[in-house]
């Protein structure tokens, strides 16, 4: 069993679904509400499993705007505003749309599928490089930059995800990297960030030599190397 299912990136609406919910936690951190919930509505329409940027995305539009409730209702605009769209472009298919969705997930919840356990727990392994990147980032931010608290909301909603997810499947374990990345990757820049150039560089140096060992150790578990 890999870390990360080998099939996964081959369901075409997993990526974009994930790619949006990283574009709705950027446009949050950098106050723009209205697009983040383009974005965000965006993500669930491609997968359902887009709803794990939500808590992220609106923690970050609670904590980073100084009128909340204006930051609040403008990235509810941007939801209602992009899913009337969606809407009224796909009026005719609705009924098709729900039924490839909906009704196919419900009647398929009872499927045998992964145990979200060991998914997770292989996903997590200790022999994973990447996974030392991420202790490393949770220090930082428990430590050193406590503000960037809601990014951690989406590990964890992406964790509760998958422990509901019935049937559990390899593409659906997507939402892991872009999940923990989002969430480690600012806590390590913010690590890095006061560093001298010349230690600065040498963290980049090794956070960049444990990202590609992490690289070429999922490729040969996929059976690329």
Do not use: E
Not at 82 to 106: E, K, M, N, Q
Not at 137 to 155: D, G, N, Q, S
Request: with cysteine; aromatic share 10%; glycine share 8%.
């Amino acid at each position: 069993t890999t870390p990360l299912g080998t099939q996964g990136a081959q369901v075409y609406a997993d990526t974009p679904a994930n790619a949006f919910g990283a574009v709705a936690v950027a446009c949050a951190a950098a106050r723009l509400p209205l697009l983040a919930g383009i974005a965000l509505t965006a993500s669930v329409a491609c997968k359902f499993s887009g709803v794990v940027a939500i808590l992220p995305v609106v923690a970050l539009v609670w904590t980073r705007s100084s009128d909340r409730v204006r930051s609040l209702l403008r990235l509810a605009a941007g939801v209602g505003s992009f899913a009337s769209v969606l809407l009224i472009a796909f009026a005719r298919d609705l009924a098709a749309i729900f039924h490839g969705t909906v009704t196919y997930h419900v009647v398929s919840y009872a499927f045998n599928g992964f145990d979200a356990r060991d998914k997770v727990g292989d996903w997590a392994s200790t022999r994973a490089p990447y996974m030392y990147l991420v202790v490393i980032a949770l220090v930082v931010t428990a430590l050193r930059a406590r503000r960037l608290w809601p990014l951690w909301l989406w590990p964890v909603s992406a964790l509760l995800f998958l422990f509901w997810q019935k049937p559990l499947h390899d593409n659906h374990m997507l939402v892991m990297p872009y999940a923990f990345a989002g969430a480690a990757g600012p806590a390590l820049g913010a690590s890095i960030a006061p560093l001298r150039r010349r230690a600065a560089a040498v963290a980049v140096a090794a956070v960049g030599v444990v990202l590609a060992a992490g690289f070429v150790q999922q490729l040969h578990w996929a059976g690329g190397l």
